[in-house]
């Protein structure tokens, strides 16, 4: 599934919801707080809590050496009652999510660092636990970096596909630039039940320009 957002729509969506915040921070906040209703719609139920996965720079507020040349990103987690979210304004989520990465530092990096190598069975259960169901609602913003490497020649050859579906977890939305109209495209990891929920509420109407 996929909604694309134009720079236009992207400049409207943060001026009318959330003017104090990131544009990266309005399209979380628009999807927070509209997939937890679709949720709600598809289980005939409002879950216990809520779950916003985003992503942030770990240089930012990590002490990672200078010299070392790699991006360096991690995820924060922002888990919040869902009924909050329901009585509250955009504003409001959009600052609770604003604090919840905001505390992250680098004693939060290097955690998540070790789990990865020694705790898989943590992420796991992590993964099972933040999903779309009666129980809970999710939504998981990441991006990939738009690299134009098509001819690159790592010694056996140019690469012959190039894809993004590297991380396929249900709840998943993958923000794209869009460099025809300066916009971003969501690719939604939804099940069909959700996304066609979604797309019923007026907010998302209201700022999509193209929705499928």
Known sequence: HLIHFSGRALNQLRDEIVPSHTTN????TLMTKNMLLANTKVYNMVPEISYI????DCRMRSNIPQQFSGNAAGAAVAPLPSQQIIDGTYSDLASAIKEHGARNESGHTKTIIEVIENELSVMYQA?????NSPL???VGMTSVRYMPFYTVDFGYGAPEILAFDYYMKEGMIRALPNKQDGGVDLVFNFRDSHFEELCKFDDIKKYADVIY
Do not use: E, F
């Open 136 to 138: 809970s609602s999710y």
């Open 127 to 131: 993964g099972v636990s933040m999903c």
């Open 53 to 56: 996965l985003l992503a942030y």
């Open 25 to 28: 921070t309005a399209i979380a």
